[in-house]
């Protein structure tokens, strides 16, 4: 994504983006014309985070922020807040039989990312990977719906999509890829161990270059006429199945034996 400046829009974003790392906003620009005690308590943080506050008018706003709703503030980032390689390279030493990831697959429509991070950030998940030059990226649309949850999660945008996977796959994460032509249903698949669920893009799904170095290809099944889903949507059900499934197993180890 280079270095470019990008924004953050609302009052979600830029209050979790302050709370979590105030050093990733350069500048808080806001609506001089807005007094009410929202604007006032969010830039009261800035000043004792030690953000830089800049009066400015809702015109001037609406040009920083493009067609995202900015609610009088906007977050000016001095670079997208994703990691590169070498941070890659530290995080998946780490991988364990816990490890739970999602693979964002050239995901195409910029809140749809945003979605998509918002989900993974709530079921907790140890990292979202996403490829550096294909689909929407961490633009500030997707940034603006995923209202903080980017700074929950460890997110990588990397280059060398299938060096990636593979070295994923040699620290023993099983890629799993979602299909609404797999045979195997989402629910009768193991999902417990290190796993990274792939979800593609909305017109064509997973890519044939992904699909090459998945370990299985699984399905939602869907009722009726449908035979697929919102790739936001999709993604809480696969996420929150792994979760379910783990859980299961842990109390079932965990429940005393009868004598």
Known sequence: MGTENMTLCGFHAVEAAIRADPVQISELVHDGNRKDQRINQLLSLARSRGVRVRRSDRAALDRLAGTVRHQGVVGLLPHAPAKGLSEFKEWRAQVNQETLILLLDGIEDPRNVGAC???????????????????????????????????????????????????????????????????????????????????????????QITRKQCDALVRIPAAGSLSSLNVSVATGVALFEAIRQRRVKTNSLEAPTSP
């Open 117 to 207: 991070l918002r989900t993974a950030a709530a079921a907790g998940v140890d990292g979202v990977i996403m490829p550096a030059k294909t689909g929407a990226g961490l633009t500030p649309a997707a940034l603006r719906v995923a209202e903080g949850g980017i700074h929950q999660l460890n997110v990588f945008e990397l280059e060398s999509w299938t060096h990636v996977l593979k070295k994923l796959k040699e620290a023993g994460i099983w890629i799993i890829g979602t299909s609404g032509d797999a045979d195997t249903s989402l629910y009768d698949f193991d999902l417990s161990g290190p796993l990274g669920f792939v979800v593609g893009s909305e017109s064509s799904g997973v890519r």
